[in-house]
C-alpha cells in the first residue's frame, strides 16, 4: 500500500505506484501518511563553507506517522489536530504551507487546498515530524492536482524545505550522505520492533549541531546486507550518534532515557534518533517492543512501540526512478 487513503469510505487504495483510481480527487477528501524518520547510526562527517554539516547515516521508517488530510477548494489553508497540536499552533511557519507554496510556485498551478494535519509524531524530537508532512503534503497535492511527479523535480523543492524532505519522499531505508540531499539505497535488513521514547522535551536541530564538540567523523556506510536483529544492532553500534553528546549537554534526560533502553528485556541495541530527543530501542519484533513500554511509559515519557515499514510495500518512494542503486542527486543547502 502507498499509503494513500481515501478518507470518505475509510479504506486504502491498492494503487502500487501507480496513479489509478484517482479521477475522483475533486469529490473526495484524500491523505497521506507522513511516517516518522528514525536515524539508526548518525556519523558527521564534516561541515561545509555554507555552514551546514555533512552526515553518514541510516534512515528508516516506522508504521508510526502523521496524516495530512486534502480536499479541494479555492485557496490554501491549514488546519491542525492530533495530540501534539500545541508548539504548531504558535510556530511562525509550517513546513505544510511551505511546500503547498512551493509547489503552486513550481508548477503554476492556481488552485488551492484545505490541508489538515494530524500531528501524532512529537515536535522537534529527531522524527523527520515536520519534513515527513512537506513530503506527504508534495505528494498528496500531486494527486488532488493531478500533476505528472516525473515532469517535477520533487526533490529539488524538497531540498529547499530542509534536509530531511528529500528522503521523506523516497520513503524507504536508505544510506544518507552530504546534507541529507544524497540518497542511495539501503541494504537488506531484518523485520524489527522498535521501542521509541521521548522525554517530553523539544530539542531544536541547530542548537544541537552548534553545541556538538571534536573532530569529525569518517563516512562508514552500511552497505553488507543484515540477516538478523542482532546483526543489525552490532552494526549500529560500531557507528553510533555523534551528536549523542551534545543532545545530552542540552537535555541531560536523553541519557536516563538511553539507560533506562539498555536495561529493558529484549533491547537488542538503543540509540538516540537524528537531533534528540527522541530514542530508539531494538526489538525482534513489535511485540517484544510492546511488552516493554510500560517499563517507560511509567517515566512520565511519551513512549511508542511500532515497527519499520516494509520496503517498497507501504512507502511514498514506488514513483521515484533508481538507478544503478541511487537515486538522483540535488544540489541542496
Keep these: 500500500?502507498?499509503?494513500?487513503?481515501?478518507?470518505?469510505?475509510?479504506?486504502?487504495?491498492?494503487?502500487?505506484?501507480?496513479?489509478?483510481?484517482?479521477?475522483?480527487?475533486?469529490?473526495?477528501?484524500?491523505?497521506?501518511?507522513?511516517?516518522?524518520?528514525?536515524?539508526?547510526?548518525?556519523?558527521?562527517?564534516?561541515?561545509?563553507?555554507?555552514?551546514?554539516?555533512?552526515?553518514?547515516?541510516?534512515?528508516?521508517?516506522?508504521?508510526?506517522?502523521?496524516?495530512?488530510?486534502?480536499?479541494?477548494?479555492t485557496e490554501l489553508s491549514l488546519a491542525i489536530d492530533g495530540p501534539f497540536t500545541g508548539p504548531l499552533l504558535v510556530a511562525p511557519e509550517n513546513l505544510v504551507m511551505a511546500a503547498a507554496?512551493?509547489?503552486?510556485?513550481?508548477?503554476?498551478?492556481?488552485?488551492?487546498?484545505?490541508?489538515?494535519?494530524?500531528?501524532?509524531?512529537?515536535?522537534?524530537?529527531?522524527?523527520?515530524?515536520?519534513?515527513?508532512?512537506?513530503?506527504?503534503?508534495?505528494?498528496?497535492?500531486?494527486?488532488?492536482?493531478?500533476?505528472?511527479?516525473?515532469?517535477?523535480?520533487?526533490?529539488?523543492?524538497?531540498?529547499?524545505?530542509?534536509a530531511d524532505v528529500p528522503v521523506c519522499l523516497y520513503g524507504q531505508p536508505a544510506l544518507v550522505a552530504g546534507v541529507g540531499e544524497q540518497i542511495r539505497v539501503a541494504p537488506r535488513m531484518p523485520e524489527a520492533g522498535l521501542l521509541l521514547v521521548n522525554p517530553r522535551q523539544e530539542l531544536a536541530t541547530p542548537a544541537v549541531f552548534d553545541a556538538r564538540e571534536g573532530p569529525f567523523s569518517s563516512p562508514l556506510p552500511m552497505i553488507e546486507p543484515v540477516a538478523d536483529v542482532a546483526g543489525l544492532a552490532r552494526d549500529l553500534a560500531l557507528r553510533g550518534n555523534d551528536l549523542t553528546t551534545a543532545a545530552v549537554a542540552l537535555c541531560p534526560p536523553i541519557a536516563a532515557v538511553l539507560t533506562a533502553l539498555r536495561s529493558l528485556a529484549g533491547c537488542r541495541g538503543c540509540g538516540?534518533?537524528?537531533?534528540?530527543?527522541?530514542?530508539?530501542?531494538?526489538?525482534?519484533?513489535?511485540?517484544?517492543?510492546?511488552?516493554?513500554?510500560?517499563?517507560?511509559?511509567?517515566?512520565?515519557?511519551?513512549a511508542a512501540a511500532?515497527?519499520?515499514?516494509?520496503p517498497r510495500l507501504e512507502g511514498e518512494a514506488a514513483h521515484t526512478s533508481i538507478e544503478g542503486g541511487e537515486l538522483p542527486v540535488v544540489d541542496g543547502k
Excluded at 480527487?25 to 551546514?52: C, H, M, Q, S, W
Excluded at 511500532?306 to 516494509?310: A, E, I, P, V
Design 272 to 302: 538516540m534518533s537524528g537531533s534528540g530527543a527522541t530514542c530508539y530501542g531494538l526489538f525482534d519484533d513489535e511485540e517484544a517492543a510492546k511488552r516493554a513500554v510500560d517499563s517507560v511509559s511509567q517515566s512520565g515519557w511519551w
Design 101 to 162: 507554496q512551493r509547489l503552486q510556485t513550481a508548477t503554476g498551478e492556481r488552485r488551492g487546498a484545505h490541508i489538515n494535519l494530524t500531528k501524532n509524531l512529537p515536535v522537534a524530537a529527531g522524527l523527520g515530524g515536520g519534513s515527513a508532512d512537506a513530503a506527504a503534503t508534495l505528494l498528496g497535492l500531486c494527486d488532488l492536482w493531478r500533476i505528472d511527479r516525473h515532469e517535477i523535480d520533487l526533490a529539488a523543492i524538497g531540498v529547499e524545505l530542509g
Design 306 to 310: 511500532t515497527s519499520l515499514r516494509s
Design 1 to 73: 500500500m502507498d499509503g494513500l487513503h481515501d478518507v470518505r469510505r475509510g479504506i486504502v487504495q491498492q494503487t502500487n505506484g501507480r496513479t489509478t483510481g484517482l479521477t475522483l480527487f475533486e469529490e473526495k477528501t484524500l491523505a497521506r501518511e507522513a511516517p516518522g524518520k528514525i536515524n539508526l547510526y548518525l556519523r558527521v562527517t564534516g561541515r561545509r563553507a555554507d555552514g551546514y554539516h555533512e552526515l553518514d547515516s541510516l534512515v528508516v521508517f516506522t508504521r508510526l506517522h502523521d496524516l495530512v488530510t486534502l480536499r479541494p477548494a
